[in-house]
């Protein structure tokens, strides 16, 4: 999959080969925003999976935004969970889908933005380690600058205190990221009372909205993430075109 960007000239330039251009002339990689909207869980996998083999013709770096539909996720764990639990989450009205990311079981759904950055770091010359940290700084960042004061902690992700805001869960293959981050705006937390968030016990969820006592959307939030992720991951943003959907992208249990 190539995506092509026009110029002035009128002459088309994939998107790798313009990004490859912008980093020798700055120094700095050229990410590409992509706004998602609400999308279900496997149409999210299915794109990442579309802009992670964009990287086989050369760096195509891409910031995938989006909300879900109610869904339970798992991660990569020794054993699976057991089936009456998932058939006890299904029942809910959620879907619930395995994967491959880091991490126990979480809940994406309507108010929450889910970023998924799908870089090549490579281009970064940083490793996975430091990835994950620039996720968690990016986001202490977007917290600060709402007001809301935000740190890590010994378990993975974003907390307020002993409740976790943020939910970090990433892949990394041949050095190209996939999954990412999921950060509680409005979210409807009820939805993580039915299962224990990320394997952690005695810790609670917490949403910005709740935070600040009023309302804070995913549409007001994600200016301040692009701003602190570039600052950040030290790169420019660009805006790219919203893919089409794919027919039939409908729900897939695991």
């Not at 700055?26 to 999210?44: A, D, F, I």
């Amino acid at each position: 999959m190539c995506r092509f960007l026009w110029l002035s000239a009128g002459s088309p330039v994939r998107t790798s080969d313009l990004q490859l251009q912008f980093w020798m002339q700055t120094g700095r990689p050229l990410v590409e925003v992509v706004r998602l909207g609400l999308v279900s869980y496997k149409e999210g996998l299915r794109l990442q999976q579309a802009y992670v083999d964009r990287h086989r013709s050369g760096p195509a770096h891409a910031l995938l935004l989006c909300q879900h539909s109610p869904v339970y996720t798992t991660g990569i764990r020794n054993k699976p969970y057991p089936a009456p639990l998932l058939d006890r989450l299904r029942l809910l009205g959620a879907d619930v889908h395995r994967t491959n990311r880091g991490g126990l079981i979480t809940f994406h759904g309507p108010g929450q933005l889910v970023c998924y950055p799908v870089l090549h770091l490579g281009g970064f010359r940083k490793g996975v380690r430091w990835y994950v940290g620039q996720l968690e700084k990016t986001v202490i960042s977007l917290c600060s600058r709402l007001g809301v004061e935000a740190a890590t902690s010994p378990h993975t992700g974003v907390w307020v205190g002993d409740n976790k805001i943020c939910a970090i869960g990433i892949h990394c293959g041949r050095y190209v990221t996939s999954h990412g981050l999921a950060l509680n705006c409005n979210t409807d937390l009820s939805w993580f009372g039915h299962i224990v968030p990320c394997g952690i016990e005695g810790k609670g969820v917490t949403s910005l909205s709740r935070e600040l006592q009023r309302d804070v959307s995913v549409e007001e939030t994600i200016p301040h993430l692009l701003d602190a992720f570039r600052e950040q991951f030290s790169c420019q943003l660009t805006e790219g075109e919203t893919p089409e959907p794919q027919q039939n992208s409908g729900v897939s249990s695991a």
